[in-house]
Structures are given as structure tokens and as C-alpha cells.
């Protein structure tokens, strides 16, 4: 089965600087990449996602990059804030119609001011 | 905005009971899922349903079964808690993909319940 690995598990940045986390995935036929963030004590929320026939995909401060060849995709967060400070998942899914979700063992963001 | 409201956030029970969760979504999704979720391991699937009494093994099942009698309500049992079974237990929910929609659904979340076995 698909099997999703995520680096690093703690990132640590000043405010204003750029933070990067990336994944990789085993199963060449996964074709949707989601990022959800998960704030203290809160729900994971979708931030943003990226479809396999796409390379890379913004959002104001927030990016994703995806390398089909290589199999690995990447979220970037520019000019950071102090409430960029959460924990971040990335997915893969490889059916469609139900679509299951695997999801990396995530990653706790820190924002230093 | 879709709502996904689980039962209870937190709960205590002791080994051998039989404990149900609760989750209920007000956005007529077909699809619903139930994650634990333990530091350093993400959100690991153990059931998703995709319709009314259909339902799927996830990645780990063992120990738990579920139940999905209605389109919005989908349960997690554990028929004989242990305390390995301790942990953030998240349901989510989404729009069925196939003919005439977009593909790739997001998923939604629900505020999940920390249980606790002693």
C-alpha cells in the first residue's frame, strides 16, 4: 500500500523567514496531495492541495510543489507569522470515489518573533 | 460550511468496556472516515464508509469495528477496550468522487475525542 513519509518532524524559524516541509510517497498511482494544518487543540484544516497533473500550485504565502518522477512534494510557507505556528500534515490519496487518505507523520512548526 | 460534530471531546473509560463514538455530518457527504491520531504516527485510517452500511478496513482495524445505519451518522466501536486504544480518535467526511463532480474531495474534520483506557 501507499506509504507517505514526511521531513522534518520539528522546524523551528525566525518570523519572517521561509519554512519548508517535505514528503515523499511510495505509490505512483496517488494523484492528489492535500496539506491540512492542525493548531493546539484544534481540528486539521485543509490549506492547500495539489492534483498530479500539476507541478505547482500558490496561495498568498503558501505553496506546493510536486516532482511525479522523483515522487516527493513539498509545502512552502514564505515571510512567516507567529500564527503559521501549528502542526502540518501531508497526504496522499490513491482511489478515487472514497479517495483514503495516507497521511505523513507530520510536522511541528515554530515561529520565533 | 460543512460541520462535522463528534460526540464527546473527551472521554474516560476502563479496560473491557465497550465503548461507541460518535460522529454526525450536516453536509450529505457519502464518504466518512475515522483516523487515530498519536504523536510522531500522523492520522492513521482505521474504517471509512463510502455509503449506508458499506464500510471499509483501513490501515488498522484491528480492535475496532463501525457502524453507518444512517447517511450523516458514522460510529466507531470498540468492542473490548484496551489500553493501547488510548489516543485522539478524528472522524472526517467527504463528497463521494465520480461522474459529474470533482474530483478529489477535500476532507473535513471533526474536533476529535480524546480517550483515555485505564
Known amino acids: 500500500g501507499e506509504n507517505v513519509e514526511q521531513h522534518p518532524s520539528t522546524l523551528s524559524v525566525q518570523e519572517g523567514d521561509s519554512a519548508v516541509i517535505k514528503c515523499t510517497y511510495s505509490?505512483?498511482?496517488?494523484?492528489?496531495f492535500p496539506w491540512y494544518k492542525q493548531e493546539l487543540g484544534k481540528r486539521p484544516q485543509l490549506i492547500i492541495d495539489i492534483r498530479s497533473n500539476v507541478g505547482e500550485k500558490k496561495d498568498q504565502r503558501i505553496a506546493v510543489t510536486l516532482n511525479k518522477t522523483a515522487k516527493h512534494f513539498s509545502l512552502h510557507i514564505t515571510e512567516t507569522q507567529p500564527e503559521d505556528s501549528a502542526v502540518y500534515f501531508c497526504?496522499?490519496?490513491?482511489?478515487?470515489?472514497?479517495?483514503?487518505?495516507?497521511f505523513g507523520q507530520g510536522t511541528r512548526l515554530t515561529i520565533n518573533p | 460550511d460543512v460541520k462535522v460534530t463528534q460526540s464527546s471531546r473527551y472521554l474516560v473509560k476502563r479496560t473491557g468496556e465497550k465503548v461507541f463514538l460518535e460522529c454526525v455530518q450536516d453536509m450529505d457527504h457519502e464518504n466518512m472516515f475515522w483516523y487515530r491520531q498519536d504523536p510522531g504516527l500522523g492520522l492513521r485510517l482505521i474504517y471509512f464508509?463510502?455509503?449506508?452500511?458499506?464500510?471499509e478496513k483501513g490501515d488498522i482495524p484491528e480492535g475496532y469495528s463501525v457502524s453507518r445505519e444512517k447517511k450523516e451518522r458514522f460510529s466507531l466501536i470498540l468492542e473490548s477496550a484496551s489500553t493501547n486504544q488510548t489516543s485522539m480518535y478524528l472522524c472526517a467526511s467527504s463528497l463521494y468522487s465520480g461522474a459529474g463532480r470533482t474530483s478529489n474531495q477535500p476532507q473535513h474534520f471533526g474536533d476529535g475525542t480524546r480517550l483515555s483506557i485505564l
Open positions: 505509490d505512483s498511482a496517488s494523484n492528489y
Open positions: 497526504a496522499a490519496s490513491t482511489v478515487k470515489g472514497a479517495q483514503k487518505l495516507v
Open positions: 464508509s463510502y455509503d449506508v452500511k458499506m464500510k
